[in-house]
């Protein structure tokens, strides 16, 4: 990706933004850093930041093309025209809680409101590192990947719990490679496994499930949110061609019957120090 990156500063929208700025650092691939940022993650999941770490240390050589076909393509002009800043307007509860009762818009709220979530949060987290921003296409799918996570958990039906999150994050490979997906969701789906031993659930068969999943799924990305949004779910899930996530939900099931709390495994077993290495 880094010696053809030049030739993607000299694409533009019809706007002339530039595809990607020339100041745009070159990504450095950096294995070992993802590796850190990876067992940090492991004992603080909710350190959002250490999730862009990774994924800035982990470059896909298919980005800049994923970029290209969607924003410079009619469909990307649209959503650019129409839905600039997405945040905005999945943080606006207010205007969403006017759709029909049963809409996707309605099921996002209810999700954001119950686990204390905003949109404008996980910006917040992203903007942390301090990392500087450039005006180019690249940033607008940067940010509209970031924006529709959420929306992830709410269309796959899969929680915040430590499960649900490799379970997304595995989706979201099979919609945009890269192998921090892989990383974080294959290397977390093994280390939840190690932290209950002797468990039946079929952990490895849950992020599996969401990986193919994914792959089979119309990328959401490329979706018109607003439009979404006002929909039922049930039939965004069916156009999304995303089926109830079976696997996972039966790890729940198994989970509780042997007494464990899938949303709080730690306190039910201690986590040996090298498993948390792992």
């Not at 000299?10 to 595809?19: H, K, M, S, W």
């Not at 393509?73 to 049963?102: V, Y």
């Not at 999150?165 to 099979?174: I, K, Y």
Request: hydrophobic letters at 40%; proline letters at 7%.
């Amino acid at each position: 990706m880094t010696a053809s990156a030049p030739e993607f500063s000299n694409l533009f929208a019809a706007d002339g933004t530039v595809l990607r700025h020339p100041d745009r650092p070159q990504p450095r691939y950096r294995p070992l850093r993802a590796v850190r940022s990876f067992q940090a993650l492991i004992k603080d999941k909710e350190d959002t930041s250490l999730v862009f770490q990774i994924f800035e240390s982990l470059p896909s050589k298919g980005f800049l093309p994923r970029v290209r076909e969607l924003a410079l393509s009619d469909q990307g002009e649209m959503l650019r025209a129409n839905e600039p800043h997405l945040a905005e307007i999945l943080d606006d509860h207010a205007t969403l809680r006017r759709t029909p009762t049963g809409s996707l818009a309605h099921a996002y709220c209810d999700f954001m409101e119950a686990e204390g979530l905003s949109a404008a949060g996980l910006v917040a987290e992203s903007e942390r590192s301090g990392r500087p921003k450039y005006s180019d296409l690249v940033q607008w799918f940067v940010e509209r990947s970031r924006d529709t996570h959420d929306l992830f958990h709410v269309l796959t039906g899969y929680g915040r719990d430590a499960l649900g999150e490799q379970c997304v994050l595995l989706f979201t490979h099979g919609q945009a490679p890269s192998q921090g997906h892989l990383l974080i969701g294959y290397a977390g789906a093994a280390n939840i496994k190690k932290m209950i031993k002797g468990s039946k659930a079929p952990v490895l068969g849950a992020v599996r499930q969401a990986h193919r999943t994914g792959k089979g799924a119309p990328r959401l990305i490329a979706q018109p949110i607003r439009e979404l949004l006002a929909q039922p779910i049930d039939d965004v899930r069916a156009m999304m061609r995303i089926p109830q996530p079976t696997q996972y939900l039966e790890c729940h099931r198994i989970w509780r019957a042997e007494g464990i709390n899938p949303y709080d495994m730690l306190a039910n077993k201690p986590v040996e120090p090298e498993l948390v290495a792992a």
